[in-house]
């Protein structure tokens, strides 16, 4: 979710003043209905049925407020009192009461497996040359647009834009199946659709973490994801982290089947 900053300052002061309406015995979830694998309108993502599990625990009934996850989200959603919960947000957002993550991912580099590319850096020399593909968010550029940008590696660049054809059941999906068909040689991929549709593929797809920069001014490419609730609900916060805690190697299940990278410690594996 990316929203300018200014912007940023508006809507947690609107959070901030909203009054308390989470409703008793009903958790209420902000989604988007089709946005796989985080969620759609069936219940199918990963978000949902974390989600379910969360509701499970608190012994609330399960209700969406669906809209699509833009720029306007949260005012659509959780600013304008439709809904207490997203469940995907990065940790510590402005804007959020955020529980403690359940999982961190990163951008990945996607490449067909019988290439043997291996690129783990956008320092690589080859990525000069390569038909490259990253998600647009609008107007604005994701970080491995930027970082690409700031190697000065520009002309060989294709965008897709990260809402694709929202007809389409599966929006995101065409930048990973253009490595898969060859229209480009790697693409740049937020973790959890890379690992998702990479692995629907018919062509075997190798995924590489982009490692994190030292330098300066370099975007971030790692993200701690959290579910997130009003700054003022508080208790609604400190409940919601604690049925995560409770449910962590259900949830360390859920991901793994929806072949989420992850870059924390996952319960399954200690």
Known sequence: ??????????LAV????????????VLRVCADPNNLPFSNSRGEGFENRIAALAARDLRDRLEYAYALQNAR????TLAAGKCDVIVGAPAGMDALATTRPYYASTYVFVARKADHLGITSFGDPRLRKLR????????ESTPPALALAKEGIVDNVRGFMVYGDYESPDPVSPIVEAVASG??????????PAGYFAAKQKVKLAIDAVPPSTRDGD?????DIAMGVRKADKELAAEVDRALAARRADIDA?????????FDEPEARK
């Open 73 to 76: 989200f949260i005012r659509h």
């Open 132 to 139: 490259i593909g990253v998600h647009l968010i609008g107007d």
């Open 219 to 223: 975007p971030p490419m790692r993200f």
């Open 254 to 262: 859920i991901l793994a089947a929806y072949h989420v990278p992850r």
């Open 183 to 192: 229209d480009v040689d790697v693409a740049i991929v937020w973790g959890p």
């Open 1 to 10: 979710m990316r929203i300018r900053t200014g912007a940023a300052c508006r």
């Open 14 to 25: 609107a959070i901030a003043l909203m009054p308390l309406v989470a409703d008793a015995g």
